[in-house]
């Protein structure tokens, strides 16, 4: 699977726009994104994935650039709930299930 | 839906001692992934299952760990004997299918301390 690159840490205003980056630059066309994030000693949390189409879901947005060699994961309304560890992953479609995690971006969300 | 049960929360244990962890997958589910975390090494894949045999164990870290699943409903994690560099919260995880759809759902962990 590609490696992924992110920042370590965000801070983010509440109510504002969390825009968190990831470079994969070296994804393959049969490797999708993923984001996950972790809030403080709680497990891990599924947020939404995409192949190269942009994707949205009811938490937040998924922008694939069009080389795929980047993304960008929106929190649209960012709230002090927000604050969490978040992961970019990327995985191939025909590997297994296992998910390899990073070190991820810390986002502290400031009142 | 329960969610994956992980047992127990909290475990304190004195270094040489067995310590057992319990995973409870989501009904359905076929895959099982254990996780480790520590602050130095982040989160480590450690080993899963699939249909209750296991696929990948390559990080498991030696011989004194161990992990089984007897059926879809039910894996554990032992440590036998277990050392201070054990001490780490493990999570369990489970998902449903094995295409690039499959979200996976985590436990709340077990924190444990060898002393």
């Known amino acids: 699977d590609a490696k992924t690159t992110q920042p370590p840490s965000m801070d983010c205003a509440e109510g504002r726009a969390a825009n968190l980056p990831c470079n994969h630059s070296t994804i393959s066309g049969n490797e999708y994104v993923y984001w996950y994030r972790q809030i403080h000693s709680q497990g891990p949390q599924y947020i939404i994935h995409g192949l190269k189409n942009n994707e949205t879901n009811e938490m937040a947005s998924l922008i694939i650039t069009e080389d795929r060699k980047s993304s960008t994961l929106i929190l649209p309304h960012a709230t002090l709930r927000d604050t969490a560890v978040y992961y970019c992953?990327?995985?191939?479609?025909?590997?297994?299930?296992?998910?390899?995690f990073g070190t991820g971006t810390r986002l502290q969300v400031f009142p | 839906d329960a969610g994956v049960i992980q047992s127990p929360r909290h475990e304190v244990t004195e270094m040489g001692q067995e310590v057992t962890l319990r995973c409870k997958p989501i009904?359905?589910?076929?895959?099982l992934f254990w996780y480790r975390q520590t602050m130095m090494r982040g989160l480590e894949l450690l080993i899963y299952?699939?249909?209750?045999?296991?696929?990948?164990d390559s990080g498991m870290p030696e011989d004194r760990f161990s992990a089984k699943m007897p059926n879809a409903s039910f894996s554990t994690l032992k440590i036998q004997p277990s050392e201070p560099r054990d001490s780490a919260v493990y999570f369990c995880?489970?998902?449903?299918?094995?295409?690039?759809?499959?979200?996976?759902?985590f436990g709340e962990g077990s924190r444990l301390t060898v002393l």
């Open positions: 992953i990327v995985r191939a479609i025909y590997n297994t299930d296992k998910l390899i």
């Open positions: 299952f699939n249909n209750n045999v296991p696929i990948d």
């Open positions: 009904s359905g589910h076929d895959y």
């Open positions: 995880a489970s998902s449903i299918t094995g295409g690039a759809g499959g979200e996976l759902f």
